[in-house]
């Protein structure tokens, strides 16, 4: 009896970490067993619908490549660290080196393809777009100023439209991975600029991938972004 007691103590144990059937918890995490994995986010539009702007060959790369190998890289790299189990902003906050630089690749590049649709209005709307004239003078202005950040920007990154505490409105770049939460910025708008965005479509050009960019901004998302 005691033996058959001990048997069942120790399968109690076991029993709820044998479930590895993953299943959908938070976001862009899975939990697998008693961990919780990142997964790639799926796209809100088909592999093809952003074309002529950017192709099916560049979403089949940067999404189905790039990003699924952050993804990858970032479940690897937290095993047995105090990260595993940690949502995935939380660590872009909290981490830094190789974890940080997948983590926040992951992140960026989530809302980076959120932030576009083939259904884009092509300009900004609401509140967004009072903010917008009141900062910069016009749309166009703006416009001007967040194509000479993607473009100037050395090297890889991304180039931001990000709101301050006091709901101010700010162009910034940030090279590789960084992310401007990590300044205490609320991030609106995100243009990749890391030659993986545009080099299949318009090889060392990017001011040309720039200026497609501006016909897929969903001001929609833009918007809703500004008013969190
Ligand atoms: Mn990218």
Redesign the pocket.
């Given at each position: 009896m005691k033996r058959f007691l001990a048997v069942l103590f120790v399968l109690s144990l076991v029993m709820p970490f044998s479930n590895l059937k993953a299943q959908k918890i938070d976001g862009n995490q899975m939990k697998v067993g008693n961990i919780k994995k990142h997964s790639l986010e799926k796209l809100p539009y088909s592999m093809d619908a952003l074309e002529p702007h950017i192709s099916k060959a560049t979403l089949e790369f940067?999404y189905g490549k790039?990003h699924q190998s952050y993804v990858d890289n970032l479940n690897k790299l937290i095993e047995g660290t105090e990260f595993e189990n940690v949502k995935l902003e939380d660590i872009v906050l909290k981490s830094k080196g190789a974890i940080f630089n997948n983590a926040a690749q992951v992140w960026n590049?989530t809302f980076y393809w959120n932030g576009l649709t083939p259904k884009s209005s092509q300009k900004p709307m609401g509140k967004l777009k009072e903010a917008i004239d009141k900062e910069f003078g016009s749309f166009e202005n703006f416009k001007a100023k967040f194509t000479a950040a993607s473009t100037s920007l050395f090297g890889s990154g991304w180039a931001w439209l990000v709101k301050d505490k006091d709901g101010k409105l700010e162009i910034v770049q940030t090279s590789n991975a960084e992310n401007p939460m990590r300044q205490g910025k609320t991030p609106i708008l995100v243009c990749?600029v890391?030659e993986?965005?545009y080099y299949i479509d318009q090889k060392n050009k990017r001011a040309a991938y720039v200026e497609a960019f501006w016909n897929l901004v969903d001001w929609k998302r833009a918007e809703e972004n500004y008013r969190r």
């Open positions: 940067h790039h590049h990749d890391w993986h965005a």
